[in-house]
Structures are given as C-alpha cells and as structure tokens.
C-alpha cells in the first residue's frame, strides 16, 4: 500500500513539474517574440545609388532609409526583404554589404551591419550610424557619404 502511495505522489509531482514548465515556456517564448523582427529592405533609389529601408511596426519605426551615393550593386535580385528573427553565424553577405552581429535572443533585439565602410547598429531605442547615436525618426532619409 505504501508504496502505491508514494506512486501516486511522484507522478502528480512530475504532472505538476511538467505543466508548470509549459506554463513558463510560453510565457518566456511570447515575451522573447511579441515584438516580432527588424524587417530590412534592400533596393535601390531612383539615382540607383544602394538604399536600405528599415521597420519595426511594433515599435512604431517605420520607412527610416539609408542612402549610400556611390556605392555601387548590381541591380540583380533586388528589392529584397529580409527579417531577423533567428540567429545565424556571423558574418554572413547580406545584399550589399554583411551582418557582423546578431542578438535575436528577445526581438526585435540588435543587429550590426558592415555596408560600404559604414558600421549600421540597429538597437530598439536608437539607430547608431558609424558609432554615433541617432534617434529613430520614422519616414527619415539619411544620406551616409563615404
């Protein structure tokens, strides 16, 4: 009988154990994701010159574009959009230029980009161009010259 007893009471510790895991699984998991990623644009402007459009609707960025005059990328595969919602092995060759950084541990979280001899950091309370602190101005076109 004792034994029984003490059956019956390990396995509603493991359901218990269990169901409170799950429980801080998800909540953790929606609070790493409920922001959602960076989306990244990459195309080019009317001059043809590289232009870079970034988003984050969660945050409320929206249509903050990089220019890069005289920088130069084959027209090929473009526009293209990316998000960075998972890690990957840095650096990795973006459209034009590459990703040197990576934190998608709670998102939008933090990218660096190396784009034409620029240092682009994309944090969710500022922009940082070449390692001087921007504030994210929504529908902003920033010309970045070599």
Known sequence: MKSEGMGKHLLLAFVLALAIYVLFYEVIEHRRTRHGPWQVAFTTNSAGAPLVSIAQPALGITNVQLVFPGGQVPATN??????????????????FGQCVFVDSTFLPGTLTFD??????????????????????KSDETIVLGK
């Open 78 to 95: 473009l526009p293209v959009v990316l998000t960075f919602a998972e890690p990957r092995p840095v650096p990795y060759p973006l459209p």
């Open 115 to 136: 784009m034409f001899g620029h240092e682009i950091e994309l944090l969710p309370r500022v922009l940082i161009l070449d390692r001087k602190e921007h504030p994210w």
